[in-house]
């Protein structure tokens, strides 16, 4: 397997993972949503989303010409 098709999947796999960490902090803020008093699954959901960019971006670093 050559590094172009890794380096195309871990690209998607960046930007999709940037976008859902966005949507779940902007989903914090939308009107109706009371504060919660202790983390909540949004909250989960962000921290996996960062914990995951960063192997996914040693691998497209890996993979780039």
């Given at each position: 397997m050559t590094a172009e098709p890794i380096n195309r999947f871990t690209t998607?796999?960046?930007v999709v993972?940037?976008?859902l960490a966005l949507v779940t902090v902007l989903s914090?803020?939308?009107p109706g949503h009371p504060p919660q008093a202790d983390e909540g699954t949004g909250a989960h959901i962000?921290?996996?989303t960062i914990v995951l960019l960063f192997p996914a971006g040693c691998v497209f670093l890996a993979s780039a010409d």
């Open positions: 998607r796999a960046l993972l940037s976008l914090a803020y939308l962000f921290q996996l």
